[in-house]
């Protein structure tokens, strides 16, 4: 089974949309929203589908704090998190689960959809192969919700930094999983998520202290010729 982790907060303008594309999964899975405090009618969305199971964040630590409290709730062998604004495409996603669930890798990642909520518009988001290479030294192969890794996995690399992070808390999870020399990465050619770019975005609109954060953070940052190489697996 794949727990499916959303952190949400005031997200009800899209969160229906989140929810349904989830429940069209044909996989087991629990779907696990944990609610940061929502005054904006989130909550009676949620009531409306029982299947799903709310958490209320029982401390402020942000958005990594409320994914990491799904996480230690998820009874899925597999877990990942999609936020209250990005979408499921279901055979993509279920093609990452079918691959993983044989046990032949710790983290698979897939290719999606960058939705710009501003302009309406979609653009394809490839993932890279060679993952782990590829966040060694900087640059994430794939778009965060189109990931699925063991809970194994997770606990063994510590979990979210959410005391530390608060934007760039995905990229330090994915390269402290990818310098695990026994950790196996997998990329599928697979259309798996429905990412949102929103200018008011939790990134978008903080992109000082995203600099802030990989600057006091020491991230690895890619050379020419590992940007030159990033360029070019867009089109492998």
Not at 200 to 225: I, T
């Amino acid at each position: 089974m794949i727990s499916i982790i959303t952190p949400n907060l005031n997200n009800a303008k899209y969160l229906e949309d989140n929810i349904l594309s989830i429940s069209k999964l044909n996989i087991p899975f629990e779907h696990i929203i944990i609610d940061g405090g929502s005054t904006d009618g989130s909550l009676d969305i949620i009531l409306k589908y029982p299947q799903i199971k709310l958490l209320h964040q029982t401390e402020k630590t942000g958005m990594y704090g409320a994914i990491h409290q799904g996480f230690s709730e998820a009874k899925g062998e597999y877990i990942t998190w999609v936020n209250a604004d990005d979408r499921i495409i279901t055979a993509g996603f279920e093609a990452m689960y079918l691959e993983i669930s044989k046990g032949i890798c710790d983290f698979i990642y897939s290719d999606g959809y960058y939705y710009y909520v501003k302009e309406n518009i979609q653009k394809f988001g490839k993932g890279r192969r060679f993952g782990k290479f590829f966040l060694k030294h900087g640059c994430m192969p794939t778009m965060q919700p189109s990931s699925i890794y063991t809970k194994n996995l997770y606990l063994e690399i510590g979990g979210l930094r959410y005391d530390k992070f608060k934007i760039i808390g995905d990229l330090d999870l994915f390269l402290r999983m990818a310098k695990l020399k026994k950790c196996r990465f997998k990329y599928i050619r697979a259309l798996s998520t429905v990412f949102s770019n929103r200018d008011d975005s939790l990134g978008n609109s903080n992109s000082n202290l995203y600099y802030k954060e990989l600057a006091d953070n020491q991230m690895p940052k890619p050379n020419l010729l590992v940007s030159i190489l990033y360029r070019i697996f867009k089109y492998i």
